[in-house]
Each structure stands twice: as structure tokens, then as C-alpha cells.
């Protein structure tokens, strides 16, 4: 340091930097030529030209010499002199460097500040405050004047450079043929899924790119070099070489045998990597990391272990690592963010489907509490999405009931606006009095506190027994006109959920001049409700899957309830309609040799007739009977048995009324079309 002389092992004491210079040229000897200069610290002048001359040739390095200038005082106080004469000498070294003829002096200045640069502005801290840009400037403009400027490694030289250090180089025929087998399977790969993957993997040349960085894929060098070389404190190639040494590192104590180091594949749960990619950035990553990105309790890991066809391929968070690696250092920058493709090229290997890393993006963006979407571009950040504030209103929901209920209801009231093959559908009664005891079949839709379970007693069973046996007080007569629909008690708790999601992003909308949301948050919004909406339709029918049926195998067997389980997702009514209607649960035609049949084996005839009324009741009443969508099919079924002509032996006629005491029927008709109501 400047104020602590060293002594060299032959009892040489050492102050300044011309002084070193020349003891490591020619030793106690070379020293000697400068050790007045080196004693007051003053410019040794023509002697360096000299040393240079006799001790040729020499390569001189200088490194740090910002951080050391700036130490400096502005007078010679310390035994390394004074702040002037570091530029006093850095003239006599540079000039007399260029008279050498057997010379080469390299100096090396911070490339923060450099016009080749990124930075136009160094960073205070990179170069030590406003001491140290003073220090800069003065250095530079000394060796500017004969200087031959080299250029940093550019991306291409990096790769190598990086790939030579960290790796051993490929021996034998064995190693270069799985290079080319594997970087052949990705350029298949890139070549038969063009639109899934950025232009540039279609060239030719990427193949050749693979090789050439291989066993890393050529997009981590592009986000390191691209967007990490863009933060003041990186180092281009120094800062990739001791972050990919703690990914490789991790990687092989792993065991991982993947055919290339991917951005999916960096493993930022490990505390290493994430100390390297997080060192540099301003802001405290840590959280952001554990809760989006990849922690033990992360969502991408939830989402994994809940998602069966993502979780094989761990795609959630392999997507969430390419996402932080190409967005974080860029987060605060205008054009910030990764596009969806250059997400798949970070992820997807040969074999793997890229669909599925789409299917990963979509459910990590719908959830991430830090991960922003803007159109294509994907971006982590360290302040909350409104999604954060969306689940805080959705957790909020379920404290109010009443407004997730009446969303439900509305819900529900609007999908039963079809019908399908019943007459009425009772939306949602409070009890047996709210559905009329009617003749035509109809469909009851019980209230979502009456759930079913495949358990004996189940609420929904109850609640369909109470109705069927009683409308109100009264005792229900037509028992056979009514199914009931009801909610899975489980699937029930995802409808909720979908439910307060929707309402929670609803009222976020309704409110954002007053939220202050920027335009891309009110697009996020918007997006995010109609996913919510979309995911409470396709809940509804799910929920609402459990049919109830009562029946009875004859007049003296005790009532049954069969539960039948909805498939489709057409509304609620007309899926219900459906199934009963294939399973003969719900007649909407009967033909009349059929009715001739229920006649006779019930029987249903009183005497040897039945009135037409009392016959319409039978079927309404009694649930060992066909069910009837209404009256009107009996009556299609009566019409067409009195107009057969062989109704003597198979159907039936009709006669206006009976006289008793005679023994006869009047208006008698048989073998002919004729008017009938119900």
C-alpha cells in the first residue's frame, strides 16, 4: 500500500511503484539506479528508458492503478508520494515504454468507462468516488497519447475463453461425436418447431454456435454477455467465469446429466449461484427468488406438484429460472423482459414438447406474486404484480360470503336460462315450498350448502328427500316429476375459489384511477379476469356434477336415490336433460303399446277404464312409472293408441263417458284420429 514500504528478502526496502519497477527488472542493482527518487518520492525521469534498455526485453503489467492512485494525498506525505507524481511518472513510464525498443508496457483501466462501454458514466463505487474518476481521467489522458488500445473479448472470444477455463479440452473421436450428436438434436429440434423458438436458431450457423460453446448453450453466454455485462459490477468474462464455475460446480455435485447447461438448468436454489446472480444486482432478490423463482416452498414448485404433465419435466420452474436469468438485471431498463420464445430456447431440450413449457409460462404468470407479462415479454421485478393484490382481495372473499353467494347465484341463474327437455328448472330453493307440485317433470338445482359425498346421508340427499316427500307443509303428491342437480362437496372449494379470484380482479378494475394502475397493469388486469371468468364457467358445470334421482322398483318397495355423475360441460340443464333422456330416466316419447303395457301390469286400470285425467296424475305420482317430460306425452301416446286400427287387441279406446247403470260407454271411438287434451 502507499504508506507501507516493503522489504525484499536481501534487506531492500521498497516505497513506490518506480521503485518496484525497477527491483523486479534487475533486482538490488536495477534498484539502486532509482533508490534516491524512491526515497523522496519524486519522478525518476530517463532512468526507467534506461532500465527498460538494459534488462530487455520486458513485459510490464500494471493493474489497479486507479486503486492505488486514489489512495494518494495531494501532497508527498505517505513514503509512495503524492497524487501528482503518480502522472508525472505514468508520463516518464508511458515514454519511456514507447522510445524502448525491447518494451511492452500494458495498463489496464477500469472498462466500466470506457467509449467501447455499455456505461458511458462509470460508477462512483467502480472506481472509487470522485478520487478515484479523477485518478481515471488523469490516467487516461497520459497513456491515451501513446497508447495502442485493446479491445475486451467480445461474446464469441468469451465463450472460449470461459469454455477453456471451466472445461477440459474434447481428446478423441468419442468426445467430438457426442458434440455433434448432441448439437445436431437441438438444431432438429429448432428446425421442426421454427415458430417456437427465436429467428435466429433457424440459421445455419447456430448448430455451429452450439458446437463452438458447448457443453453451455449459446444463450447463456447471450443473456450474460447481452444483459448481465450491462450491470457496472460484472466484469464481462471475469463475472460469467465465477458464476458459471459455482453453476458447474453445483451442477456436478448433482450428478446432472443433461446434454447442455441450459438457463433452465442453472440451479439457483443453490446458495452459490444465487449469491453470484444476486451480488451484483441493487436490490434484494432473496425473497423474490424463494417465493417465485426457486425455493424449497417456491410457486413454481407448487405448480409443478399440482400439475402431473409439468411436474415429469420440473417446466414451471425451469421456465421461472430462464425468465429470472434473461429479466433481472434489466428490470428497471425500458425495453425490459424476455419474449415467450427466447423462454422455450432456454427450456425446451430434444424431446420435449415446447407446448408444455407454454402451458408452465401461462400458470406461472396467472399466480407469480413478482413476475410481470407485457404481451410477449416476460419480466421478474421486486415490487408486487396487482396480481399480489389480487390474492389479497381473494383472501379477503372469504370473509364475505354473501357477495361470492350472490356471484354464484347469478352464475348459476344465468346458465339455467336453457332448459333443455324440462319444462321448469328450480333454481337454488329455500325449501319444499318454493317448487309448485306440478305434473311435468322439472329440474331442481339445491343450494350449494347442501353438497353431495359418496357418504350414506350425504346434505344434498337430505335436502332432495325433504323436497320430494313435502311442499311445505302439505304432502307432495306428484313425487315422479322431479330430479335434482347438485355441487361436489370438493370441487365445490375450487368453484370458490374461481369465484373470488373473479371477483377480486373484477373490483381491482373497478378501482384502478383509484389504485393509480400504469396501462400495462390495467392490461394485466383485464387479461387476468377473463382467465378468472373463464375458469369459473369451466368450474360450474364441474361442480354441478351430481344428478339425483329418485325412484322405485314397484308399488311396495321403499323409495331409492340413484346418483349419476354429469358428464360434458354443457349447461347445467340441458347435460341433465341428456343423460336422463339416454338412460330412459326421462321419457319425451311413449309409444302406446307401451302405455297398453303399464295398464295391465300395474295395474292402472279402474275397472275396465281409467280416466284420462286420473292416468296423467298415475304417471306424476307414482315413481315406479315412466317419468314424462309433462302430460303432453301421455296424451301424444293415448291419441296415437285409440287411432290404431288393431286397438282391440293392442291399445285401447276412448269413450266420452261411462254409464254405470246401463253397462254401456258413450261416445265410444276406436280405429280413428281424434282430439284429446290433457
Same mark, same amino acid.
Given at each position: 500500500?502507499?504508506?507501507?514500504?516493503?522489504?525484499?528478502?536481501?534487506?531492500?526496502?521498497?516505497?513506490?511503484?518506480?521503485?518496484?519497477?525497477?527491483?523486479?527488472?534487475?533486482?538490488?542493482?536495477?534498484?539502486?539506479?532509482?533508490?534516491?527518487?524512491?526515497?523522496?518520492?519524486? +519522478?525518476?525521469?530517463?532512468?526507467?528508458?534506461?532500465?527498460?534498455?538494459?534488462?530487455?526485453?520486458?513485459?510490464?503489467?500494471?493493474?489497479?492503478?486507479?486503486?492505488?492512485?486514489?489512495?494518494?494525498?495531494?501532497?508527498?506525505?505517505?513514503?509512495?508520494?503524492?497524487?501528482?507524481?503518480?502522472?508525472?511518472?505514468?508520463?516518464?513510464?508511458?515514454?519511456?515504454?514507447?522510445?524502448?525498443?525491447?518494451?511492452?508496457?500494458?495498463?489496464?483501466?477500469? $472498462?466500466?468507462?470506457?467509449?467501447?462501454?455499455?456505461?458511458?458514466?462509470?460508477?462512483?463505487? &467502480?472506481?472509487?468516488?470522485?478520487?478515484?474518476?479523477?485518478?481515471?481521467?488523469?490516467?487516461?489522458?497520459?497513456?491515451?497519447?501513446?497508447?495502442?488500445?485493446?479491445?475486451?473479448?467480445?461474446?464469441?472470444?468469451?465463450?472460449?475463453?470461459?469454455?477453456?477455463?471451466?472445461? &477440459?479440452?474434447?481428446?478423441?473421436?468419442?468426445?467430438?461425436?457426442?458434440?455433434?450428436?448432441?448439437?445436431?438434436?437441438?438444431?432438429?429440434? %429448432?428446425?421442426?418447431?421454427?415458430?417456437? #423458438?427465436?429467428?435466429?436458431?433457424?440459421?445455419?450457423? %447456430?448448430?455451429?454456435?452450439?458446437?463452438?460453446?458447448?457443453?453451455?448453450?449459446?444463450?447463456?453466454?447471450?443473456?450474460?454477455?447481452?444483459?448481465?455485462?450491462?450491470?457496472?459490477?460484472?466484469?464481462?468474462?471475469?463475472?460469467?467465469?465465477?458464476?458459471?464455475?459455482?453453476?458447474?460446480?453445483?451442477?456436478?455435485?448433482?450428478?446432472?446429466?443433461?446434454?447442455?447447461?441450459?438457463?433452465?438448468?442453472?440451479?439457483?436454489?443453490? $446458495?452459490?449461484?444465487?449469491?453470484?446472480?444476486?451480488?451484483?444486482?441493487?436490490? +434484494?432478490?432473496?425473497?423474490?427468488?424463494?417465493?417465485?423463482?426457486?425455493?424449497?416452498?417456491?410457486?413454481?414448485?407448487?405448480?409443478?406438484?399440482?400439475?402431473?404433465?409439468?411436474?415429469?419435466?420440473?417446466?414451471?420452474?425451469?421456465?421461472?429460472?430462464?425468465?429470472?436469468?434473461?429479466?433481472?438485471?434489466?428490470?428497471?431498463?425500458?425495453?425490459?423482459?424476455?419474449?415467450?420464445?427466447?423462454?422455450?430456447?432456454?427450456?425446451?431440450?430434444?424431446?420435449?414438447?415446447?407446448?408444455?413449457?407454454?402451458?408452465?409460462?401461462?400458470?406461472?404468470?396467472?399466480?407469480?406474486?413478482?413476475?410481470?407479462?407485457?404481451?410477449?415479454?416476460?419480466?421478474?421485478?421486486?415490487?408486487?404484480?396487482?396480481?399480489?393484490?389480487?390474492?389479497?382481495?381473494? &383472501?379477503?372473499?372469504?370473509?364475505?360470503?354473501?357477495?361470492?353467494?350472490?356471484?354464484?347465484?347469478?352464475?348459476?341463474?344465468?346458465?339455467?336460462?336453457?332448459?333443455?327437455?324440462?319444462?321448469?328448472?328450480?333454481?337454488?330453493?329455500?325449501?319444499?315450498?318454493?317448487?309448485?307440485?306440478?305434473?311435468?317433470?322439472?329440474?331442481?338445482?339445491?343450494?350449494?350448502?347442501?353438497?353431495?359425498?359418496? &357418504?350414506?346421508?350425504? $346434505?344434498?340427499?337430505?335436502?332432495?328427500?325433504?323436497?320430494?316427500?313435502?311442499?311445505?307443509?302439505?304432502?307432495?303428491?306428484?313425487? +315422479?316429476?322431479?330430479?335434482? /342437480?347438485?355441487?361436489?362437496?370438493?370441487? /365445490?372449494?375450487?368453484?370458490?375459489?374461481?369465484?373470488?379470484?373473479?371477483?377480486?380482479?373484477?373490483?381491482?378494475?373497478?378501482?384502478?384511477?383509484?389504485?393509480?394502475?400504469?396501462?400495462?397493469?390495467?392490461?394485466?388486469?383485464?387479461?387476468?379476469?377473463?382467465?378468472?371468468?373463464?375458469?369459473?364457467?369451466?368450474?360450474?358445470?364441474?361442480?354441478?356434477?351430481?344428478?339425483?334421482?329418485?325412484?322405485?322398483?314397484?308399488?311396495? $318397495?321403499?323409495?331409492?336415490?340413484?346418483?349419476?355423475?354429469?358428464?360434458?360441460?354443457?349447461?347445467?340443464?340441458?347435460?341433465?336433460?341428456?343423460?336422463?333422456?339416454?338412460?330412459?330416466?326421462?321419457?319425451?316419447?311413449?309409444?302406446?303399446?307401451?302405455?297398453?303395457?303399464?295398464?295391465?301390469?300395474?295395474?292402472?286400470?279402474?275397472?275396465?277404464?281409467?280416466?284420462?285425467?286420473?292416468?296423467?296424475?298415475? #304417471?306424476?305420482?307414482?315413481?315406479?312409472?315412466?317419468?314424462?317430460?309433462?302430460?303432453?306425452?301421455?296424451?301424444?301416446?293415448?291419441?296415437?293408441?285409440?287411432?290404431?286400427?288393431?286397438?282391440?287387441?293392442?291399445?285401447?279406446?276412448?269413450?266420452?263417458?261411462?254409464?254405470?247403470?246401463?253397462?254401456?260407454?258413450?261416445? /265410444?271411438?276406436?280405429?280413428?284420429?281424434?282430439?284429446?287434451?290433457?
Amino acid at each position: 500500500s502507499p504508506g507501507n514500504p516493503v522489504t525484499k528478502p536481501d534487506g531492500t526496502v521498497v516505497r513506490t511503484l518506480w521503485g518496484e519497477l525497477a527491483y523486479q527488472l534487475g533486482g538490488k542493482k536495477a534498484f539502486a539506479r532509482v533508490k534516491a527518487d524512491d526515497e523522496k518520492a519524486t +519522478n525518476p525521469g530517463d532512468v526507467l528508458r534506461e532500465l527498460f534498455k538494459e534488462h530487455g526485453p520486458c513485459l510490464v503489467l500494471i493493474d489497479e492503478w486507479v486503486a492505488y492512485a486514489r489512495q494518494l494525498p495531494d501532497q508527498s506525505d505517505l513514503p509512495a508520494g503524492g497524487f501528482e507524481t503518480q502522472f508525472t511518472f505514468a508520463q516518464a513510464l508511458t515514454e519511456s515504454a514507447k522510445l524502448a525498443s525491447n518494451c511492452l508496457l500494458v495498463i489496464s483501466l477500469p $472498462a466500466s468507462d470506457t467509449q467501447d462501454s455499455p456505461h458511458t458514466q462509470a460508477d462512483d463505487a &467502480e472506481v472509487g468516488g470522485i478520487r478515484g474518476r479523477e485518478a481515471l481521467e488523469r490516467l487516461r489522458r497520459v497513456v491515451g497519447r501513446v497508447e495502442s488500445s485493446w479491445r475486451t473479448a467480445s461474446k464469441e472470444e468469451g465463450f472460449e475463453i470461459v469454455r477453456r477455463r471451466l472445461f &477440459e479440452p474434447l481428446t478423441g473421436p468419442d468426445a467430438f461425436k457426442q458434440r455433434d450428436v448432441t448439437a445436431r438434436a437441438f438444431a432438429d429440434l %429448432y428446425h421442426a418447431q421454427g415458430a417456437e #423458438f427465436p429467428p435466429e436458431c433457424n440459421d445455419g450457423d %447456430y448448430e455451429k454456435r452450439i458446437q463452438a460453446a458447448y457443453p453451455i448453450h449459446p444463450e447463456i453466454f447471450e443473456r450474460l454477455y447481452t444483459d448481465w455485462s450491462t450491470l457496472l459490477k460484472f466484469q464481462r468474462t471475469r463475472g460469467v467465469l465465477r458464476l458459471m464455475a459455482a453453476v458447474i460446480h453445483s451442477l456436478w455435485e448433482k450428478g446432472d446429466s443433461n446434454p447442455l447447461i441450459l438457463p433452465s438448468t442453472v440451479p439457483i436454489d443453490d $446458495a452459490r449461484v444465487q449469491s453470484e446472480l444476486t451480488r451484483y444486482l441493487s436490490d +434484494n432478490w432473496a425473497p423474490i427468488i424463494e417465493k417465485d423463482v426457486d425455493g424449497p416452498s417456491s410457486l413454481p414448485l407448487k405448480i409443478d406438484g399440482e400439475q402431473p404433465n409439468l411436474g415429469k419435466l420440473h417446466a414451471t420452474r425451469r421456465v421461472a429460472r430462464t425468465i429470472y436469468l434473461g429479466s433481472a438485471p434489466t428490470a428497471a431498463a425500458a425495453h425490459r423482459g424476455i419474449e415467450d420464445r427466447r423462454v422455450k430456447l432456454g427450456c425446451v431440450m430434444p424431446g420435449e414438447s415446447p407446448a408444455v413449457f407454454g402451458d408452465a409460462l401461462r400458470r406461472l404468470a396467472a399466480a407469480a406474486t413478482y413476475l410481470y407479462q407485457d404481451g410477449p415479454r416476460f419480466w421478474y421485478a421486486i415490487q408486487p404484480t396487482v396480481t399480489k393484490l389480487a390474492e389479497d382481495r381473494a &383472501e379477503q372473499f372469504k370473509r364475505d360470503i354473501e357477495k361470492v353467494a350472490e356471484e354464484l347465484d347469478a352464475r348459476l341463474r344465468a346458465d339455467l336460462g336453457e332448459k333443455g327437455d324440462f319444462s321448469r328448472v328450480h333454481p337454488l330453493p329455500r325449501s319444499g315450498a318454493d317448487v309448485p307440485d306440478d305434473l311435468d317433470a322439472r329440474l331442481v338445482v339445491l343450494p350449494a350448502e347442501h353438497t353431495y359425498t359418496k &357418504e350414506a346421508g350425504s $346434505a344434498a340427499e337430505t335436502a332432495a328427500r325433504a323436497i320430494l316427500e313435502s311442499r311445505g307443509n302439505t304432502p307432495r303428491l306428484y313425487r +315422479n316429476t322431479l330430479v335434482f /342437480l347438485a355441487a361436489d362437496k370438493v370441487r /365445490l372449494q375450487d368453484l370458490d375459489e374461481a369465484v373470488r379470484r373473479f371477483l377480486a380482479w373484477k373490483s381491482i378494475l373497478a378501482e384502478k384511477e383509484r389504485l393509480n394502475l400504469d396501462p400495462h397493469q390495467v392490461r394485466q388486469a383485464e387479461t387476468q379476469r377473463q382467465a378468472a371468468d373463464g375458469a369459473v364457467a369451466a368450474r360450474l358445470p364441474e361442480t354441478y356434477q351430481w344428478l339425483l334421482v329418485p325412484g322405485q322398483a314397484n308399488p311396495q $318397495a321403499a323409495i331409492t336415490w340413484q346418483a349419476i355423475r354429469l358428464p360434458g360441460s354443457e349447461s347445467l340443464a340441458v347435460r341433465a336433460s341428456k343423460k336422463l333422456r339416454n338412460d330412459d330416466s326421462l321419457v319425451l316419447s311413449l309409444g302406446s303399446t307401451i302405455l297398453r303395457k303399464h295398464l295391465d301390469e300395474v295395474p292402472l286400470w279402474r275397472g275396465n277404464h281409467v280416466a284420462t285425467r286420473q292416468l296423467v296424475e298415475d #304417471f306424476a305420482r307414482y315413481l315406479y312409472l315412466p317419468r314424462l317430460a309433462g302430460p303432453e306425452v301421455l296424451v301424444r301416446a293415448m291419441r296415437e293408441g285409440i287411432g290404431l286400427l288393431t286397438w282391440q287387441t293392442d291399445t285401447f279406446a276412448y269413450a266420452e263417458s261411462h254409464d254405470e247403470s246401463a253397462g254401456r260407454y258413450r261416445g /265410444l271411438r276406436g280405429g280413428q284420429v281424434i282430439s284429446l287434451s290433457r
